[in-house]
């Protein structure tokens, strides 16, 4: 090797061993500077974390006052649809034409003021206060008394329209327009009954075997005839009216036949049922 190309390659070695040791110290620093990075992450405290037991807290005790809510709400509608519903079963429902097992319908008897009122006395036929000692049928009764001094005892009652099916004795009793054996106190004491309309309802006229009275030669006894009138309303109310000698224990009595005028008119007053309603039908 010569002298000059000795000289350039002691340069050139020198020259990559600088860079070399300048390299090195470069990596010194920076590892230097890791590790004292490092050092001092891992000497320090932590950082803060946060308390997430507060929260979660709160949240569960919202969350249980909710479904307590939700619960109570529920509670109380249901209690409300209950109320509702049991209102809805026990409260009563308006019918147009009711039908009740027989036996079960309730009877309702109007006052002297209100008969007094619909056949007023001026007309030659006045309504008093009576009560037979041994009537045909129970219930309420009152007297009839015509202009010439005649008595018959008078029974007037309100009722639901009902039918009895299981009446065997078909020619005591009174029936529908449909056939239908009505329910009523008098049956086994009706004959004769004929059907007629009345307006939008039916009109029934029948007789009632009455009490059995005296013979005129004091021999025996005979049978009595009461007249009878009932009204069948289409809103299915049955108004029935009987006047005679209802009375078994009655003796000596001025008795003659009821004229059907002042029946019908009662039958068929409407104040009637309108009365009965009013006190909570």
């Not at 230097?32 to 891992?42: I, M, N, Q, R």
């Not at 320090?44 to 807290?57: F, I, K, R, T």
């Not at 479904?67 to 249901?78: D, M, Y």
């Not at 009174?174 to 309802?201: A, F, K, M, Q």
Request: with cysteine; hydrophobic share 35%; glycine share 12%.
């Amino acid at each position: 090797m010569s002298g000059k190309a000795g000289d350039e390659f002691a340069e050139r070695h020198m020259a990559e061993q600088h860079v070399t040791q300048q390299h090195m110290a470069e990596q010194h620093a920076y590892e230097s500077a890791l590790a004292e990075a490092l050092g001092g992450l891992a000497s320090g405290a932590e950082p803060p974390m946060p308390d997430l037991v507060p929260g979660a807290v709160v949240r569960g005790t919202r969350m249980r006052r909710r479904r307590r809510v939700g619960a109570t709400l529920g509670a109380a509608v249901l209690a409300g649809v209950l109320a509702v519903g049991g209102h809805a079963l026990l409260a009563p429902r308006p019918e147009s034409t009711p039908t009740l097992p027989a036996g079960r319908s309730t009877v309702w008897y109007p006052s002297l003021e209100l008969l007094q009122s619909i056949i007023p006395a001026g007309n030659g036929t006045r309504i008093a206060a009576g009560n037979p000692r041994q009537p045909l049928r129970p219930g309420r009764y009152f007297k009839l008394i015509t202009a010439d001094g005649g008595v018959n005892d008078l029974y007037v009652s309100v009722g639901r329209t009902t039918v009895d099916p299981s009446y065997a004795h078909r020619t005591r009793a009174c029936s529908d327009r449909t056939g239908h054996v009505l329910g009523s106190p008098w049956n086994g004491l009706i004959s004769r009954c004929t059907l007629t309309r009345h307006g939008e309802g039916s009109l029934l006229n029948f007789l009632v075997a009455g009490a059995a009275q005296p013979t005129p030669s004091g021999t025996g006894t005979r049978s009595s005839w009461a007249t009878g009138v009932t009204c069948l309303t289409p809103g299915g109310w049955t108004v029935t009216v009987v006047a005679g000698l209802l009375d078994q224990a009655a003796t000596g009595r001025n008795h003659s036949a009821a004229r059907t005028g002042p029946l019908v008119q009662l039958a068929t007053d409407p104040r009637i049922f309108d009365a009965v309603k009013e006190t909570g039908d």
